[in-house]
Structure formats: structure tokens, C-alpha cells
């Protein structure tokens, strides 16, 4: 049974910081290309960052510089950190682990909020 679980999100103030985990069981960690998509309230879901195993990342122009994308491959884990926060970045936070399009998977979602 494949689950990833994230953990981290929370209240947080405008320029603030904070880092997000998502643990994966059940897949071979190192075959997964693991990311980040957000949603905001009456928003589309939206990608925010990606890492390959060879840990080349790719990210969304509106977090580019800001959010850091990782992973631990030891431990199966994917973070992400993000600094420099905006009210903007206020959404549901979902981890994901894609190895093709018959092996996707999504975490539950951690929220994040950011207002003072």
C-alpha cells in the first residue's frame, strides 16, 4: 500500500519560513520523480516543484528562488522549503510520486498559511 504523508504546514507570517516533509512507503523511492503541487481555496491545483532522483529540479515561476525542493533518499523523504512567504502562497500543500502515468500517487495535503 503506497502512502505519503506530509507534515509541516501550519500558520506562518509574510516573510516568513517553513519546511515542508512528506514521507513514501510502498513505492521504490528511487524510481519516483517526487513533487510539489498546491491549491488554493477556489483555485486549480497548481504544480510548484519537482526532483528527479539524479536530484535535478525544476520549479514554477512563482516560487522559483524562494522554495527549495529536496530529497532524502535514505530516508524516502521529499521536502520543501519555502522562505520569503507571501499571502499568495496561502493553499493546501500536496506531495506526489510519479513514475509514469500508471503510478501516481498523492499525498493528503498539509495546509499552509501565511498572514500576520
Known amino acids: 500500500q503506497v502512502q505519503l504523508v506530509e507534515s509541516g504546514g501550519g500558520l506562518v507570517e509574510p516573510g516568513g519560513s517553513v519546511r515542508l516533509s512528506c514521507a513514501a512507503s510502498?513505492?521504490?523511492?528511487?524510481?519516483?520523480?517526487m513533487g510539489w503541487y498546491r491549491q488554493a481555496p477556489g483555485e486549480q491545483r497548481e504544480f510548484v516543484a519537482r526532483?528527479?532522483?539524479?536530484?535535478?529540479?525544476d520549479y514554477s515561476d512563482s516560487v522559483k528562488g524562494r522554495f527549495t525542493i529536496s530529497r532524502d533518499n535514505a530516508r524516502n523523504t521529499v521536502y520543501l522549503q519555502m522562505n520569503s512567504l507571501k499571502p499568495e502562497d496561502t493553499a493546501v500543500y500536496y506531495c506526489?510520486?510519479?513514475?509514469?502515468?500508471?503510478?501516481?500517487?498523492w499525498g493528503q495535503g498539509t495546509q499552509v498559511t501565511v498572514s500576520s
Open positions: 506526489t510520486a510519479w513514475a509514469g502515468p500508471r503510478a501516481e500517487y
Open positions: 526532483i528527479r532522483f539524479g536530484l535535478s529540479t
Open positions: 510502498g513505492i521504490i523511492f528511487g524510481a519516483y520523480v
